[in-house]
């Protein structure tokens, strides 16, 4: 049985303080619950997050990462610093990266394979745009960005990725994906990692949806059988709320 992953990512929101904040009201909300939950902060709040979550389950994870390990390149941050930080995941190819910094699919290789060789497990994001869905292209889409981002990628390495589908859509707009478009698209996606890495590494690895995930939505998408968690954005913010999604997540 695979183990739910419930992953919040906060984007451009939170200073140190009310990453601080956030974590002293949301650990008491959280029991052993039988999925893992983790927080994706600003980079400037990951060490404090790192140091406060150091004793809890939850994990912590980075929304972006260079791949290089050091040098002349301004602004960015690296998978050591990252771990150095607490960190265990890192978001890969969100679509606001892939859309705003133009983070395109060789870029998205680059950085996957940089976090697996530091150390790090990626989350990778995938999806389709509405233009795309409408045009019948959605799997001709994901398949684009599977191939590049994964292709060759050695077993051993592919066991520790994880894939988010989040239709470019469905992200902060208060729509969501119905039950039946997440489902469809999750068992799509585990069959053709099956067709590309066997039957056992589609059956372990774990595929969460994103996109408007709330407290009042996540029960039926997180119940889907290929559905194994949720990446969530602006609900996350909330730890009452997160919690509450986390919960609707337990098998
Ligand atoms: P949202 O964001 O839940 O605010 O739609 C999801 C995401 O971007 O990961």
Redesign the pocket.
């Known amino acids: 049985m695979r183990r739910r992953l419930i992953?919040g990512?906060w984007?451009m929101h939170s200073t140190p303080d009310e990453t601080e904040s956030f974590i002293s009201r949301f650990l008491p909300l959280i029991g052993s619950a039988e999925a893992d939950a983790a927080i994706f902060p600003p980079f400037t709040s990951l060490d404090r997050a790192g140091r406060l979550l150091r004793s809890s389950d939850v994990r912590l994870g980075a929304q972006d990462v260079y791949f290089e390990a050091k040098g002349a390149f301004t602004g960015a941050v690296s998978p050591g610093m990252l771990v150095a930080c607490g960190c265990r995941y890192v978001?890969v190819g969100?679509?606001?990266r892939r859309h705003t910094f133009g983070d395109d699919d060789p870029i998205v290789r680059r950085k996957l394979d940089a976090t697996l060789s530091g150390g790090l497990d990626p989350v990778l994001?995938m999806g389709e745009t509405i233009e795309e869905r409408r045009a019948g292209a959605t799997f001709d889409v994901l398949e684009a960005q599977l191939i590049a981002a994964l292709r060759k990628l050695p077993p051993d390495l592919f066991s520790r990725v994880v894939i988010?589908y989040?239709p470019v859509w469905?992200?902060?707009?208060?729509e969501?994906a119905t039950p039946e478009q997440a489902e469809e698209v999750s068992a799509w996606i585990r069959a053709r990692v099956g067709a590309a890495f066997g039957a056992p590494a589609a059956e372990r690895i774990r595929i969460l949806y994103?996109?408007?995930?709330?407290p009042d939505n996540a029960r039926s998408l997180l119940t889907l059988p290929n559905v194994d968690g949720?990446?969530?954005?602006?609900?996350?913010l909330d730890p009452e709320g997160f919690a509450a999604i986390i919960s609707a997540g337990v098998r």
Not at 170 to 174: F, L, V, W
Not at 230 to 236: F, H, K, R, T
């Open positions: 992953a990512n984007k978001l969100h679509s606001e994001c988010a989040e469905a992200i902060g707009t208060g969501t994103g996109g408007s995930v709330k949720a990446l969530v954005g602006g609900a996350s």
